[in-house]
């Protein structure tokens, strides 16, 4: 005669519940994040045109004085036809802390009374933030701004 182990049976089967409530619970895996270096030059090319805005020159310039973090992967200048021979720049980052260095330079000029003129307008859009020349009309630095929003719409 076979001896019965009923307490056996029990964890078994209890085993046998819990690996397959782990199994169905944890299945679902966290969703890729996309690269932090969303936006390129060409896009915010691309955005500008469709917006209509005069731009000129737009130049790669790795160069930048004043103290500023070299924080960034990519910098173009460029002439704004409103404020020629002035402009803008566009600074690309490949991740929230180079950006964050930036935004933190931004603010100490602001502090300064003597440089906050530089940097009234500045927006950052993902991993790109734009800089333009004070001597632009708020309307036009609007427009600027409303085209580099308009990148993944």
């Known amino acids: 005669m076979r001896k019965r182990y009923p307490l056996m049976n029990v964890l078994a089967m209890a085993g046998l519940a819990m690996l397959l ?58 002439v704004i036809d409103q404020i020629a021979p002035d402009g803008g720049q566009l600074l690309f980052f490949n991740s929230a802390s180079g950006l964050e260095s930036w935004t933190a330079y931004i603010e100490r000029l602001r502090s300064d009374s003597e440089l906050r003129r530089s940097v009234v307008y500045v927006f950052v859009k993902d991993n790109v933030l ?3 020349n004070a001597d632009l009309v708020p309307a036009d630095a609007r427009a600027f701004e409303n085209a580099l929003n308009s990148l993944g719409s």
């Not at 969303?38 to 004085?65: E, H, K, Y």
């Open 130 to 132: 734009m800089q333009l």
């Open 21 to 78: 409530l782990l199994t169905g619970c944890g299945g679902q895996a966290e969703p890729t994040q996309p690269p932090f270096g969303r936006w390129s030059i060409a896009n915010v090319r691309d955005a500008f045109a469709a917006a209509g805005l005069p731009v000129q020159s737009l130049i790669r310039d790795m160069s930048v004085g004043r103290d500023a973090p070299l924080s960034f992967s990519d910098r173009y200048t460029f």
